[in-house]
């Protein structure tokens, strides 16, 4: 996969618990990064380095958008 334009993929994942490094390395273009972890509250981990291979991401935060960590405790 190359290419991914989706929002709010993880979004109400409340057992996510951390991120797996690398989980998004094969990707080129994340075309709608919006609510991509809404509300997953459970969240703890965050690799560094999670989007660093992408070419084209989009980290819209607007009217009908909470960004991509929106309403996560931590």
């Known amino acids: ?27 080129v273009n994340l075309e709608d990064a919006s609510n991509l972890f809404l509300s997953c509250t459970s969240l703890k981990k965050i690799p560094a380095g999670l989007f660093d291979k992408l070419v084209k991401v989009n980290f819209t935060v607007g009217e009908y958008t909470n960004g991509l960590f929106g309403y996560c405790s931590n």
């Not at 290419?3 to 618990?17: D, I, M, P, R, V």
């Not at 797996?20 to 094969?26: E, H, R, T, V």
């Open 1 to 27: 996969m190359h290419h991914y334009y989706h929002s709010g993929t993880f979004a109400q994942c409340t057992s996510l618990k951390e991120i797996p490094a690398g989980l998004f390395d094969p990707l």
